[in-house]
């Protein structure tokens, strides 16, 4: 049950878009 919520499109887009946010704090 949990990998079914977590592989859904919405849970990547939601960790792509925490992963993005986080590069850009990190490397400014």
Same mark, same amino acid.
Request: charged share 40%.
């Given at each position: 049950e949990y990998? $079914?919520?977590h592989n859904s499109p919405? =849970? $990547?887009a =939601?960790? =792509?878009k925490y992963v !993005? @946010? $986080?590069d850009k @704090?990190? !490397?400014s």
């Amino acid at each position: 049950e949990y990998n $079914r919520i977590h592989n859904s499109p919405e =849970a $990547r887009a =939601a960790k =792509a878009k925490y992963v !993005k @946010l $986080r590069d850009k @704090l990190f !490397k400014s």
